[in-house]
Each structure stands twice: as structure tokens, then as C-alpha cells.
């Protein structure tokens, strides 16, 4: 029996993804980029970029893909989140508690006060949304 083809649909999206490479490499990089920069800058995030980011490389840059899988700080994030769609306690809490200092900061110094209502409302929302999100597994002692 001779072994199957493969069918139209299959074949559209190898080519499709092989044309688009270069964009996945462009946003994988890009979203990394920024990532590091939320390190340092309050307000912006860090490991929603850097999740963004592996989750491009996957389709744009194998090579960059595996560094992040491999990387001390972000591996273990991105590992618990391919597996489990999972964000630990610490991680949790850091992300909270700077958008409370996000917020605070918001309402001394936006010229209106809806406008750091508005940033509080939407830190909020991830915020549930995060502590929504299940706890990685713990390791067997």
C-alpha cells in the first residue's frame, strides 16, 4: 500500500508557514525585546512578552526557541505554561504587586483621574485573570 499523501489543506499550511517564517522570527525578537525592557521599566510586562516570544520563536526560530526553553529565568515560565498553561505564586504575586505600584503611581501623576482609573481597571482585570491561572506542579520530593 502505497504511503498517503499529503492532503491540500496540510500542504497550504507548510507553505503558509515557511512564507510567514520571517514574520514569527520578526515578532519573536521584537516581543523579547520589550520584554527585557519591562525588566527595568515599570508598568511594562515582562513574562507576557517573553511567553509571546517563545510562542513565536516555536514558528520562527528554532535556534532562539530552544535559548529561551534553556534560559535560567525564562525557561522554567515558559516550560510551566506550554505544559500546564501554568504561572507560579511568585510570579503571581511580583506581577501584582507592581500593578499596585503601577496603579499608586498612575493616580499622583495622570492629569485626569479616569485615565489611572481606566490603567487600574484593566491591571485588574489581569490581574484576576492571572491568579485564575493554576499554580505549576510541584516537583515529587
Avoid: N
Avoid at 26 to 55: D, E, N, R, W
Avoid at 70 to 98: E, T
Amino acid at each position: 500500500m502505497p504511503p498517503p499523501q499529503p492532503s491540500r489543506a496540510s500542504e497550504g499550511r507548510a507553505k503558509t508557514s515557511s512564507r510567514w517564517r520571517w514574520a514569527w522570527w520578526l515578532l519573536a525578537y521584537a516581543s523579547l525585546g520589550l520584554g527585557v525592557i519591562g525588566i527595568v521599566i515599570p508598568g511594562l510586562p515582562t513574562v507576557p512578552f517573553v511567553l509571546l516570544s517563545a510562542f513565536a520563536a516555536a514558528r520562527g526560530s528554532r535556534r532562539l526557541h530552544e535559548w529561551l526553553l534553556a534560559h535560567r529565568q525564562f525557561g522554567p515560565i515558559i516550560r510551566d505554561w506550554q505544559a500546564h498553561g501554568a504561572v507560579s505564586r511568585r510570579a503571581k504575586w511580583l506581577a501584582v504587586s507592581m500593578m499596585s505600584a503601577c496603579a499608586v503611581i498612575m493616580f499622583l501623576t495622570a492629569p485626569r483621574w479616569w485615565m489611572a482609573a481606566t490603567g487600574t481597571a484593566i491591571m485588574t482585570v489581569v490581574a484576576v485573570w492571572l491568579w485564575a491561572r493554576p499554580e505549576p506542579p510541584r516537583p515529587p520530593r
